[in-house]
T-cell receptor, first 115, second 113 residues
């Protein structure tokens, strides 16, 4: 069973640029959630995708957008990068939206630095 | 909106000693409750979870947590800490209606020899 993978591991961008982060969900999972973890803080929910549709969004501006593909992998896109976007971005996959064991499996994250 | 408070930013404990990490939540009903651990450079690993039923839940790595409704708390405990338990620990809550996790700010655990 393959776990959640994320790419790239690290990247450095300049303010105003755009970035795409990728996540491959665990085998059999159809739901992907994205979280932003700033240094010294807990993860903050960005949004969730279920069967290719956005299913809930946290308090993040529209320049944070995402996609989920038919194989349930996902992308997080951030436009017009700001210095405060520097963080660890975590992807988590799960099966379904309710019931089950309600467990989200997290990937190792992508460390984004905006200069 | 639900919120999670972890009052202790940093705890230092001797190897072999007991550990207790505090977590308080604010939510209108009983949420789903979780404890995650994050080692340096790693993602989050689920230690244990509480949905309903027995208020004392057992998790992996010898951890347990107790849900106390009257105190809106879900404290994590381990009777005897190992050096490998040094990590960041996060308490999280979720409404039963959705999968969005709300995390506390975390507690850093340092284990001294």
């Amino acid at each position: 069973e393959t776990g959640v993978t994320q790419s790239p591991t690290h990247l450095i961008k300049t303010r105003g640029q755009q970035v795409t982060l990728r996540c491959s969900s665990q085998s059999g999972h159809n739901t992907v959630s994205w979280y932003q973890q700033a240094l010294g803080q807990g993860p903050q929910f960005i949004f969730q995708y279920y069967r290719e549709e956005e299913n809930g969004r946290g308090n993040f501006p529209p320049r944070f957008s995402g996609l989920q593909f038919p194989n349930y992998s996902s992308e997080l896109n951030v436009n017009a990068l700001e210095l405060d976007d520097s963080a660890l971005y975590l992807c988590a996959s799960s099966f379904g939206l309710a019931g089950g064991n309600y467990e989200q499996y997290f990937g190792p994250g992508t460390r984004l630095t905006v200069t | 909106a639900q919120s999670v408070t972890q009052p202790d930013i940093h705890i230092t404990v001797s190897e072999g000693a007991s550990l207790e990490l505090r977590c308080n939540y604010s939510y209108g009903a009983t949420p789903y409750l979780f404890w995650y651990v994050q080692s340096p450079g790693q993602g989050l690993q689920l230690l244990l979870k509480y949905f309903s039923g027995d208020t004392l839940v057992q998790g992996i790595k010898g951890f347990e947590a107790e849900f106390k409704r009257s105190q809106s708390s879900f404290n994590l405990r381990k009777p005897s800490v190992h050096w490998s338990d040094a990590a960041e620990y996060f308490c999280a809550v979720a409404r039963p209606a959705d999968y969005k996790l709300s995390f506390g700010a975390g507690t850093t655990v340092t284990v001294r020899a």
